[in-house]
């Protein structure tokens, strides 16, 4: 049984001012594994004065200080990773391959990746007679999720220290363990006091104190197009910035030259990997009506290498919580009712798994994108299958959405893909289930959110520009 009741603020572990305890649920098991504290606006206001305290002096070191730190972190987090595992394991249910492999170390990735592109960035440049000023912004607000805990927090925590900048954090109460380790890891390599400063708590009040604070500069949201909305909102008072990376329904065009094979699996397991809780999982798949029937074949084969169960040793595990269980139920539902052909899966647990908050890998056939499963991000192990006659009504289809998170393309011919790409209105494409690149940038269109994350681009989510006036006389003359 975990017991993380403190919180770590000013390099400290301290007491919260009147919180109460959260039982953190496994989502394998149902059952309690631990003990978390709920914390308050003053818990947040304490964590603000820490970080603000901080940012004088973090702000003025050299970058190679900041590079060395981040190194250092780096090293000590590999050596817990083993532990980070378990832990994201244990808070969120995913397979111990997976939140040993990806889902812990894609923070390292993300360290390192981050520190490579800091070694080249510019944060001054003259231009004619003045002078150009990249000033990191000051104290930033971290609102993370559940889904991939360590990878979201790292995404932002890179760019943020490595600019100088310093960090308040509220990790998902659902899944917080991890964050926890996360802190501990930091405090062992020595971070100064304030630069990173944990908050446990819910949305509608830390993450709400968080969003709102009037001495946080800027705050970085990765969750639910809903709640990104609050969090713009609870934002706006403060003018201060708002960098979100939010829900998706991104879509997988086959085209007709695709090798079928490769696309179709591919596509899947980048979808089932994480039990579907993914922001920028390929959900709906837009196939050729000519070779529906061999992509469903196809399909429902390979669907059967992602059966769920323990954590422990399987390939797939459960869904985060009760309530998204239910959510994604009720979305299975309502595609059957609308219409939808369930060529895999469909509603209630698995067989022999009564206990735990698993969900059958789910693929829906003749599906049209008006229908609610095409419309709602359901945030589970479900395939949409929508068919299309002409390129056009799939790039038309793809495009008919409110999100714009990422999009695929499945293609024999690299050129062929390539146009394809280009007519889809999303922030992050994929060609032929390439893999993850943390070096170029990630976010969205439209409701999917604003900003990006990884690499040199993440930076400026975290920097000010100042313009100097006269600062060259003789250039000006």
């Known amino acids: ?60 070191t050299s970058v190679d200080v900041r590079i060395a730190m981040t190194l250092k972190i780096a090293e000590i987090y590999q050596k817990r990773a083993g532990e980070i595992g378990e832990a994201i394991s244990e808070e969120m249910g995913a397979p111990a391959w997976l939140a040993g492999g990806p889902q812990a170390m894609s923070a390292v990735g993300h360290l390192m990746t981050a520190v490579e592109a800091m070694k080249n960035f510019k944060f001054e440049e003259d231009k004619g007679g003045s002078h150009i000023v990249k000033e990191p912004i000051g104290v930033c607000g971290f609102i993370t999720p559940w889904n991939w805990p360590m990878n979201q927090l790292a995404a ?63 705050v970085s949201f990765t969750g639910s197009t809903r709640a990104g909305v609050e969090v713009a909102k609870a934002a706006a008072p403060s003018v201060k910035r708002v960098h979100q990376e939010l829900g998706g329904k991104s879509p997988n065009i086959i085209l007709e030259d695709a090798d079928l094979g490769p696309a179709v699996a591919g596509s899947l397991a980048t979808l089932m990997m994480n039990s579907g809780q993914s922001c920028l999982a390929p959900t709906r798949m837009i196939a050729p009506n000519s070779k529906m029937k061999e992509i469903l074949e196809i399909a429902k084969k390979a669907v059967e290498d992602w059966t769920p169960g323990d954590p422990a040793t399987a390939k797939m595990g459960p869904v985060v919580s009760e309530a998204q269980w239910n959510k994604i139920q009720g979305l299975i539902e309502k595609g059957v009712a609308e ?49 299309y006659d002409t390129e056009e009504e799939a790039i038309k289809i793809a495009n008919d959405t409110e999100y714009g998170l990422a999009g695929y393309v499945q293609s024999g011919d690299i050129d062929h893909a390539r146009h394809v790409a280009s007519k889809i209105r999303a922030g992050y494409i994929n060609i032929n289930n390439s893999q993850m690149d943390f070096s170029v940038p990630f976010g969205g269109y439209k409701r999917s959110g604003n900003g990006r994350e990884f690499g040199e681009h993440a930076f400026e989510e975290f920097l000010e520009l100042k313009s100097v006036l006269g600062y060259n006389p003789a250039a000006a003359a």
């Open 1 to 60: 049984m975990r017991n993380y009741m403190k919180f770590y603020i000013g390099g400290e572990w301290i007491e919260p001012k009147g919180a109460k305890a959260l039982d953190v649920i496994n989502p394998a098991t149902e059952k309690v594994v631990g003990k978390i504290s709920l914390g308050s606006a003053a818990d947040v206001d304490a964590a603000v004065k820490a970080a603000r305290t901080a940012f004088d002096s973090w702000s003025q």
């Open 156 to 218: 932002k925590f890179a760019p943020a220290i490595l600019t100088g900048c310093t960090i308040v954090h509220k990790p998902s109460e659902i899944a917080p363990f991890s964050a926890y380790l996360f802190a501990e890891i930091l405090d062992e390599a020595g971070l100064p006091a304030g630069v990173y400063n944990l908050v446990n708590g819910d949305g509608p009040t830390v993450g709400a104190a968080i969003s709102s604070h009037s001495d946080i500069d800027m």
């Open 339 to 387: 219409g939808a052909t369930v060529v895999a899966g469909g509603p209630g647990k698995p067989e022999g798994l009564e206990t735990g908050y698993y969900v059958k890998p789910t693929i829906f056939a003749d599906v049209t994108n008006d229908m609610t499963i095409a419309r709602e991000e359901i945030f589970g192990p479900v395939l949409v299958i929508i068919g």
